[in-house]
């Protein structure tokens, strides 16, 4: 008994680092198995609200429709029109809906620019369940639908990409040729803004996704690029804003906008004015 108990205590450091180690790797292959809710948590909580919305209280003006995609998702668009002949489509963040990033629109309204939004699949009333490739997919849904809704060529787009949303804007803006693209708060790729996390960027290596948005942007033309970022994101860095910028390569204008006091999800209340003279000296200049 008493030489069981003595080996006990030897053993007993081994004992604890190796439960330490198993709980560790028990850990981060939860992070990793789990990633696809982690970078979609707003379609987490479109299954909790029932993907319910009253499309009889839509804010005023607006039109909900819904188009199918090639995989046969429904997805929900929010028209918001003016007399245009520029059109803007919202590529919301991943932490809300449609309705969360209404403002966009309103902005647009403001400057006298017909807008849709748009949910993704399992975003709101969107059917489905988001994935990269099929972001893809709804981009290319909405952006057909836009074009022949409103009779325009692609060099009359606005695509708007808000954090997430700059991996499916940038995506679609090169295979569409748009006339403009407008990123906020964009990250490199999806392995490069998993990295610049305190705690999993070491997962980084395992992310199922890539989301190149440099990539993209390297590969425009004629598109009008202006990318946003805030000096205080702790979100995604502010030095990953400034690689996509300076990624670009094409002929067209481009114009990068910062705001030394502004972290993700304030910056684009700060920017309305600096954004509305870029789009001005974009279009100018096209």
């Avoid at 972001?135 to 909405?142: K, N």
């Avoid at 942007?217 to 805030?230: M, N, P, S, W, Y």
């Avoid at 204008?253 to 954004?275: I, P, T, V």
């Amino acid at each position: 008994m008493k030489l069981l108990k003595k080996l006990n205590q030897k053993f007993l450091p081994l004992r604890f680092l190796l439960r330490l180690v198993i709980s560790s790797i028990s850990v981060c292959a939860f992070a990793v198995l789990t990633q696809n809710p982690q970078i979609f948590p707003g379609a987490v909580s479109s299954i909790f609200s029932g993907h319910t919305r009253d499309l009889t209280e839509l804010p005023p003006g607006v039109e909900s429709i819904f188009i199918s995609t090639e995989d046969e998702e429904r997805i929900e668009l929010w028209r918001l029109p003016k007399s245009s002949a520029r059109v803007a489509i919202i590529f919301h963040g991943n932490a809300g809906d449609v309705g969360n990033f209404f403002s966009y629109q309103k902005y647009f309204e403001s400057i006298g620019i017909t807008s849709y939004g748009f949910d993704y699949r399992g975003y709101g009333l969107s059917t489905g369940w988001p994935s990269e490739r099929g972001l893809y997919l709804d981009a290319q849904a909405v952006t057909n639908y836009v074009m022949q809704r409103e009779k325009i060529k692609s060099d009359s787009l606005i695509l708007v990409g808000v954090s997430i949303g700059s991996g499916a804007a940038a995506h679609a803006a090169n295979e569409f040729d748009v006339g403009t693209l407008v990123l906020f708060t964009p990250f490199t790729s999806m392995p490069d803004a998993i990295q610049a996390t305190p705690v999993l960027g070491i997962l980084s290596p395992f992310s199922f996704y890539s989301f190149p948005v440099q990539q993209h942007v390297t590969e425009l033309k004629d598109t009008c690029l202006i990318v946003a970022h805030g000096k205080k994101d702790n979100v995604i860095p502010f030095a990953q804003g400034q690689a996509v910028y300076q990624a670009y390569r094409g002929k067209g204008y481009r114009k990068f906008l910062s705001s030394a006091e502004s972290s993700h999800n304030d910056l684009f209340f700060r920017l309305h004015g600096q954004l509305t003279k870029s789009l001005e000296s974009c279009w100018n200049q096209s």
